[in-house]
C-alpha cells in the first residue's frame, strides 16, 4: 500500500525557517487534494493547510496563515510546506495525507516528521 513519505523536519530557533516535503513510497493514482496535519504532545492532531488540486485553491489554519505556504507538483503527487517565522508552538509532528477523490476522506498517511522550535 502507498503511504506518504515526509522529509525536512528538525529543530529550529523561533523566528526560524523550515521546509517540508512529502511524496509518495511509490507509483500510485493522481491526488485530488492533499494536505499537511499537526500533532503536538497531548493534543489531538489538527488540520495545517491544504491544496486542492481540481479547484486550484489552498486552505491554512488561522494559527498559520501568512506565515505558512503549501504548493504542490500534481504531476509529482508531490507537495511542500513552507514554514516562515516560525514559533515554538509550532513543535509537533507533521503529517502529510491526501484525499484521492472529493468524497473520500484523507488517507495515506505518512510516519510524520518532527518539527521543533525553540524559544
Known amino acids: 500500500q502507498v503511504r506518504m513519505v515526509e522529509s525536512g523536519g528538525g529543530l529550529v530557533q523561533a523566528g526560524a525557517s523550515l521546509r517540508l516535503s512529502c511524496a509518495p513510497s511509490g507509483r500510485t493514482v493522481s491526488s485530488y487534494a492533499m494536505a499537511w496535519f499537526r500533532q503536538a504532545p497531548g493534543k489531538d492532531r489538527e488540520f495545517v493547510a491544504g491544496?486542492?488540486?481540481?479547484?486550484?485553491?489552498?486552505r491554512y489554519s488561522d494559527s498559520v496563515k501568512g506565515r505558512f505556504t503549501i504548493s504542490g507538483d500534481i504531476a509529482k503527487n508531490t507537495i511542500y510546506l513552507q514554514m516562515n517565522s516560525m514559533k515554538p508552538e509550532d513543535t509537533a509532528v507533521y503529517y502529510c495525507?491526501?484525499?484521492?477523490?472529493?468524497?473520500?476522506?484523507?488517507?495515506?498517511w505518512g510516519q510524520g516528521t518532527q518539527v521543533t522550535v525553540s524559544a
Open positions: 491544496v486542492t488540486y481540481g479547484a486550484g485553491n489552498t
Open positions: 495525507t491526501r484525499k484521492v477523490a472529493a468524497n473520500t476522506a484523507f488517507g495515506s
